[in-house]
């Protein structure tokens, strides 16, 4: 149990388009998804967090009108990053919270990793 | 807000030894202390958490320690396998929700 997949899990697009990232919980409902960036030999930053039928909330220094996120269901989070440029090159992984036995874990998606031409 | 400072950067250790990470964070409020391992280009897969109503807790040869008046915990792995080497990170959080990360430990285990 607890599966959290990603799709695409690599992307290339060129400087200015967009591109949309989906996370899903396969075998659980997360009113709450939570996505992460990373980039090479960095830890894991929190960028925002995905309230299903809510606004997401951002961390500071995330601009939330480049970095759109939707949670439309209670297994589906999206994160799309619009005008995309080479310095968002990077790893993004989401992660959704589970319910296990002496509480709730969070469990991540495989990553996708993003490259900007 | 919460930060999270892990120790060492790097660490090298020969087969059948043990491994020893630490973390400190600095919110008395986080409640929730995970320790993941994460291989090259994969996602980070939870080991071992700890809850702040317990000091410590055992998983066959990972255990993890908390002390929270200094606001520590470390990770320990006992009889250390090649198969070990991969990037630890600790994070903490309030009820599983935000996690920060610590910097992230490379352990490679020799031969």
């Known amino acids: 149990g607890a599966v959290v997949s990603q799709h695409p899990s690599w992307v290339i697009c060129k400087s200015g388009t967009s591109v949309k990232i989906e996370c899903r919980s396969l075998d659980f409902q997360a009113t709450t998804m939570f996505w992460y960036r990373q980039f090479p030999k960095q830890s894991l930053m929190l960028m925002a967090t995905s309230n299903e039928g809510s606004k997401a909330t951002y961390e500071q220094g995330v601009e939330k009108d480049k970095f759109l996120i939707n949670h439309a269901s209670l297994t589906l989070s999206t994160l799309t990053v619009t005008s995309a440029h080479p310095e968002d090159s990077s790893f993004y992984i989401c992660?959704?919270?589970?319910?296990?036995?002496?509480?709730?874990?969070?469990?991540f998606g495989p990553g996708t990793r993003l490259t900007v031409t | 807000g919460e930060n999270v400072e892990q120790h060492p950067s790097t660490l090298s250790v020969q087969e059948g030894d043990s491994a020893v990470i630490k973390c400190t964070y600095s919110?008395?409020?986080?409640?929730?202390f995970p320790w993941y391992k994460q291989e090259l280009g994969k996602r980070p897969q939870l080991i071992i958490d700890?809850?702040?109503?317990?000091g410590e807790k055992k998983d066959q040869r990972i255990a993890v320690t908390l002390n929270k008046t200094a606001k520590h915990f470390s990770l320990h792995i006992t009889e250390t396998q090649p198969e070990d080497s991969a990037v630890y990170f600790c994070a903490a959080s309030q009820g599983a929700q935000k996690l920060v990360f610590g910097q992230g430990t490379r352990l490679t285990i020799n031969p």
């Open positions: 700890i809850r702040s109503n317990v």
């Open positions: 992660s959704a919270g589970h319910l296990a036995g002496a509480g709730e874990e969070q469990y």
């Open positions: 919110d008395s409020a986080s409640n929730y």
